[in-house]
């Protein structure tokens, strides 16, 4: 059981390149998001979905966008990369969004701008 | 809007020290609490959750938490630490009831010393 997959692990960008970052999960869970964990800021969260079909904005979407492709996947996009984008991108899932459910995490994508 | 404060950014215990690593929130409704660790190089990973009931929790590894509702607090404690123990430590937090993710604190970081 994989749980949340993530890919690419790491990436190097160059300032203006676009990126997509995927995410899948295979615990057929309803409510997908994105993390970005900086050092000192801990985990903030750019997007989510609660469930196919719908996508909504965390506390940073500023320079992403997201999609919810299907119930398993997630993605990422970086239209136009900026050296403030580097971090580290963490996907999570749970089964419902919101509640009690916790969420489980991906290894995490860590993605350097230059 | 919820936030989570931990005052503590990076304590070091010696082997077989106790420890209480603190977690306020600001939220006037009820909320689910929850802390996560975060090994070096690893994903965030579910301790323990309280959601209702006895507010004193127990979780994996040793570690339990309190929930005081008059002080807002939830401090995540440990008898005896090892040195196993050093990571990253989360505490966050979200709404019982609606469709809101959680809401994370910045970390603590925890080196446990031989």
């Known amino acids: 059981n994989a749980g949340v997959t993530q890919t690419p692990k790491f990436q190097v960008l160059k300032t203006g390149q676009s990126m997509t970052l995927q995410c899948a999960q295979d615990m057929n869970h309803n409510s997908m998001y994105w993390y970005r964990q900086d050092p000192g800021m801990g985990l903030r969260l750019i997007y989510y979905?609660?469930?196919?079909?719908?996508?909504d904005k965390g506390e940073v979407p500023n320079g992403y966008n997201v999609s919810r492709l299907n119930k398993r996947e997630f993605s990422l996009r970086l239209e136009s990369a900026a050296p403030s984008q580097t971090s580290v991108y963490f996907c999570a899932s749970s089964e419902l969004g919101g509640g009690n459910q916790p969420q489980h995490f991906g290894d995490g994508t860590r993605l350097s701008i230059l | 809007a919820q936030s989570v404060s931990q005052h503590n950014h990076h304590v070091i215990l010696s082997e077989a020290a106790s420890l209480e690593l603190g977690c306020n929130y600001s939220y006037g409704g009820t909320v689910n609490l929850f802390w996560y660790v975060q090994y070096p190089g690893q994903h965030l990973q579910l301790l323990l959750k309280?959601?209702?009931?006895?507010?004193l929790v127990k979780g994996i590894k040793g570690f339990e938490a309190e929930f005081i509702k008059s002080k807002f607090s939830f401090n995540l404690r440990k008898p005896s630490v090892q040195w196993s123990d050093t990571a990253e430590y989360f505490c966050?937090?979200?709404?019982?009831?609606?469709?809101?993710?959680?809401?994370f604190g910045k970390g603590t970081r925890l080196s446990v010393i031989a």
């Open positions: 966050a937090v979200n709404s019982y009831s609606g469709n809101t993710p959680l809401v």
């Open positions: 309280y959601f209702s009931g006895d507010p």
């Open positions: 979905s609660a469930s196919e079909g719908t996508t």
